[in-house]
């Protein structure tokens, strides 16, 4: 089992940065995959970004790239989400996830164990 708890969301205007946090206990995460997925009102929940916890390799949306940054600090088991020039689109609820393999992947029906989500919301 894996417990996965969020933080760091908020209010910020458009342009601005937040960095998410999302601290995990349980088992040893050396053999799992981080992801991050959003969620806005009435749309389903979508990929942002994941890596590697074991390699550090990282996969990004296209609408994210060059603007949001995944980073973990295995001393700490967190995973981090630095998200910079922000944008109204950007606004849901962002969700942690971890995946029991190295393999990183997109859909959210592979990964395991969640966090119950921080909402970031973008004013423009």
């Known amino acids: 089992q894996v417990q996965l708890v969020e933080s760091g969301g908020g209010l910020v205007q458009a342009g601005g940065s937040l960095r998410l946090s999302c601290a995990a206990s349980?088992?040893?995460?050396?053999?799992?995959?981080m992801g991050w997925f959003r969620q806005a009102p009435g749309q389903e929940r979508e990929f942002v970004v994941a890596?590697?916890?074991?390699?550090?390799?990282?996969f990004y949306a296209d609408s994210v790239k060059g603007r949001l940054t995944i980073s973990r600090d295995a001393a700490k088991n967190t995973v981090y989400l630095q998200m910079n020039s922000l944008k109204p689109e950007d606004t849901a609820v962002y969700y942690c996830?971890?995946?029991?393999?190295?393999?990183?992947?997109?859909?959210?029906?592979?990964?395991?164990?969640w966090g119950r989500g921080t909402q970031v919301t973008v004013s423009s």
């Open positions: 996830a971890a995946r029991a393999s190295t393999v990183v992947v997109t859909s959210p029906q592979a990964y395991d164990y």
């Open positions: 349980g088992r040893t995460l050396t053999s799992v995959t």
């Open positions: 890596i590697s916890w074991s390699g550090g390799s990282t």
